[in-house]
């Protein structure tokens, strides 16, 4: 499975950015979700969203509802993360990734195996 994750970037505190990740059409991944997890520089990876191909279903992590907003292009295997109102505490590398929504919502670093990750974008929220 590849994943293809664009549009990390430098924004000042308030701005927005989005973020997108295409998983290879030649592997189906409609039964599975696909998101984004974040590590910032010092602390463990966390899980940030994740959104079901087939139906939508979506998690967040309490830290961005409100804010970031999934979504996904389903013809295209392509999931999109819109982020709002953005603040240094955001900044981080976010990783694309692909595997059970269920997973997202109990994840810890110790769960690594249980996704299929693509390259990490950066995110930089500084004045």
Known sequence: VQL???GGGLVQPGGSLRLSCAV?????IDH????WF?????????AVAGIMVSDGRTYYVDSVKGRFTISRD????????????LSPEDTAVYY??????????????K?????????????????
């Not at 290879?24 to 189906?28: G, L, V, W, Y």
């Not at 599975?32 to 998101?35: F, H, L, T």
């Open 96 to 109: 694309c990734a692909t595997g059970f929504l269920g997973d997202w919502k109990t994840y810890t670093p």
């Open 38 to 46: 974040r590590q910032a520089p010092g602390k463990e990876r966390e």
């Open 4 to 6: 293809q994750a664009s």
């Open 24 to 28: 290879s059409q030649s592997t189906p």
């Open 74 to 85: 389903r013809a295209k295997q392509t999931a999109y993360l819109q982020m709002i109102n």
């Open 111 to 127: 769960d690594n195996n249980l996704f299929y990750w693509g390259q990490g974008t950066l995110v930089t929220v500084s004045s």
């Open 32 to 35: 599975y979700a696909v998101g």
